[in-house]
């Protein structure tokens, strides 16, 4: 703890469903205070999706994964008194974020220039789907939209076939990482300058920066990139290969004709891996419909696992194509101590992944929390109210 | 640069491909100044990656995107020469960002210990395909097999045959995530090094990176023991990707209103009463008859006219855009999201910018990707003191 960075910085959260907490949860890890402010009005969906079915139906295994680590006080923010004690928090906070669409804040006397009236140098980072300026700022949006939006779906997809959701929806947390990089930068820029600022990231723009080659090729070369697979511009065989077992599958990607001959070795040196046709690099991917057979007639007899080895001993990038329970089980990762076991004093036993680095400077941090767990940290050791001021607030509903 | 926001730091980028040029790209597009070490004759290979501008080889759209704002150098730390210079580099720097094999980081005398003991308060970010420990830390990775290990192979959501193998995202996707999340890291241990002056070792893993995307399979694992994969029947519905007249669109309702809109736009609010198509779940359990209808709308409609007619209404309809739609996008432009990059080997093109708003920090042209060893007169003779007359003999001996 005392080496996490941002100790001492404190996070207002404005979040809810995935993007923003878990933005909220990586600078958490951190070493930031984040206190999320939540409201019995309207709940973060993600503490009622699949619902578990404990006594108070407030807690499930999404919500836990993307508020790690954070605080959680209740504010009804529709009631004016509570958007005053918000501005109270604010004068002695850092950063404001917040994923809700652009016009909830503005709409609740909440926008940049309001939170500056208190605190000067306040921090606000906004991760609306499509920006917080712009024709279409107010337009609907969802995770599935967005990365529909940044032109992931439409080249995603089996070759010849139409486009795929993703399904695992990468438009959030690639939101929540930018946001990150967003909130740390103007972090630096306020420890230089003593300035804060509103920074807007939009969603939509952070997937189209992680595709540039579709981008660049219809800008280049005025094409539309094919649905492509699990195939590559030049690597073959580049697949998903059936293996032993009912939906097991293992990866293998080759990319050079030294990978090729180990390849051909692994296998035994089969008869069909001597044709001409496949001696090399440009002759494997013209004719990778047939090799793609070929090699799944190889895979097939062997377990996921053992093709993985024993490629990988030969030098050849493969691995499993993991599920989800093979995942958590699998060595590798439980040796990295990806997943983690918490007890969640609401939920009991729950299961959340860390960010994905290891680092010295990872603050140790308790469960997500429960609905206002912190309400007396927040309202009284934090804005020092009485027992009988909180009371009554939580009386008329501005504490709710 | 982008924005002047980081435009006292220095990062040394010795890594090729995808992430580590990514999270260095983050860096220099907020103003840092990033060295980029390539090695002497060919250089990073996305130089020899598509697209190109009207298929002529040189000029690679992907490594201008990824290089853009960098300086340019050729150094084979492989010599004794040249180890030597990185060592110089290495004092100078704030930021390492590397993505290569641990073992051939070991060979080049480059642990985390030798970089801490050359300049202790340099911030090393490793990024590799399985991090730097666990069983498979030397196993071989790229784009296909980060996807597949870290589980998102069987999650997208399709009406195809669901024995097909998973497949992966577009392009290179998960490794621009894992490049993003490295930034993220390095960004919070930079605050901690201007306050501390204290350098630390990020331990960045591509297939962890990936597992962050994982959110509510692994809820559904741990709480519905469901092995989430590869869904044809959903369900709620619609929520379906359906074709159109030149295209795509996504319908993402989550709340009943929004059906209530959606067919409305279409001119059937009749709908409504109807008893097949009375909720989410209704509709799923009739989709067969309930798609028919839908696409003979559809169909004769563009993603354009569907998107707005439907937005403008309040149903959170998605636009599956492809690339050309993308760069088309009123939103984006009245964003400023495309940009010009100052002079380009191919053409004056525009390129995806950042998804970010900093209204306080200054804001440039971006700059061109380096020419290879463009800037070693710059960084050899105007940083380290070496001659004119010495940069022949480096490249002689084969170390630039």
Known sequence: MVNAPLKGVRIIALTWVWAGPWMGAVLADMGAEVIKIETLQRLDIQRVFLHKGTELGMNNNQFNVTNRGVKSCTLNLKQPPAVEILKQLARISDVVITNFAPRVLPGLGLDYAALKEVKPDIILVSLPGFGSSGPDKDYVSYASTIEAAGGLNAAFGYPGEGPVLSGTYPGDPIGSMYGVVATLTALNYRQRTGRGQHVDVAQSEGVTTVIPEIIMEYVMNGRIRPRLGNRDEIMAPHGAYPCRGADQWVAIAIGTDRQWRAFCRVMGNPEWSKADRFSDQVGRWQNQDELNKLVAGWTKDYTNYEVMHRLQKAGIAAGVCLNVPQLIADPHIKKRGVFIEQNHPEGGKTIVYRAPWKSALTATNPPAPCLGEHNDYVFKTLLGMSDREVAGLAEKKIIY | ?400
């Open chain 2, 1 to 400: 640069m982008f924005y002047q926001a980081l435009d006292d730091i220095k990062v040394l980028e010795y890594g090729n491909l995808f992430s580590a040029p990514f999270c260095a790209k983050i860096l220099a597009d907020l103003g840092a100044e990033v060295i980029k070490i390539e090695p002497p004759g060919c250089g990073d290979p996305t130089r020899a990656t598509e697209p190109f501008l009207k298929d002529a080889p040189e000029g690679s759209g992907l490594f201008q995107y990824l290089n853009m704002n960098k300086l340019g150098i050729t150094l084979d730390p492989a010599t004794a020469t040249g180890r030597k210079i990185f060592a110089e580099l290495l004092k100078h720097a704030d930021i390492l960002v590397e993505n290569n094999p641990p073992r051939r980081m070991k060979e080049l005398g480059l642990t985390y210990r030798a970089v801490h003991g050359i300049n202790p308060r340099t911030i090393m970010a490793s990024i590799t395909p399985f991090g730097q420990t666990g069983p498979y830390k030397d196993y071989e990775g790229s784009e296909l097999v980060i996807t597949h290990m870290g589980g998102v192979g069987f999650i997208s959501t399709r009406e195809s045959d669901i024995n097909k193998e998973p497949i992966k995202y577009p392009a290179h996707l998960m490794s621009f995530q894992a490049g993003l999340s490295a930034a993220a890291a390095t960004l919070g241990a930079l605050y901690r090094q201007r306050v501390a002056n204290l350098g630390s070792h990020l331990d960045i893993s591509e297939q962890e990176s990936v597992i962050q995307n994982l959110n509510s399979a692994v809820a559904h694992y741990w709480y519905l023991h469901q092995i989430v994969a590869r869904t044809d029947v959903l369900s709620i519905a619609p929520a379906h990707i359906l074709p159109c007249k030149d295209g795509y669109i996504y319908n993402a309702f989550s709340e009943e209103h929004q059906w209530r809109r959606f067919i409305e736009v279409m001119g059937h609010p009749d709908w409504a009463d109807s008893e097949l198509f009375k909720d989410a779940t209704a509709r799923a359990l009739y989709w067969d008859a309930l798609k028919p209808l839908l696409l003979e709308w559809t169909m004769e409609h563009t993603v354009e006219e569907i998107y707005r007619w439907s937005q403008e209404r309040g149903a959170p309809l998605g636009a599956v855009r492809t690339a050309d739609q993308v760069v088309a996008d009123r939103q984006m432009a009245t964003r400023g999201f495309f940009v010009a990059v100052g002079k380009q080997t191919a053409g004056n093109l525009k390129y995806p910018g950042v998804p970010y708003t900093f209204p306080e920090i200054p804001r440039e042209t971006p700059a061109a990707a380096p020419a290879l060893g463009e800037h070693n007169a710059a960084v050899y003779c105007g940083r380290l003191g070496f001659a004119r007359r010495d940069l022949v003999k480096l490249k002689e001996a084969g170390v630039i």
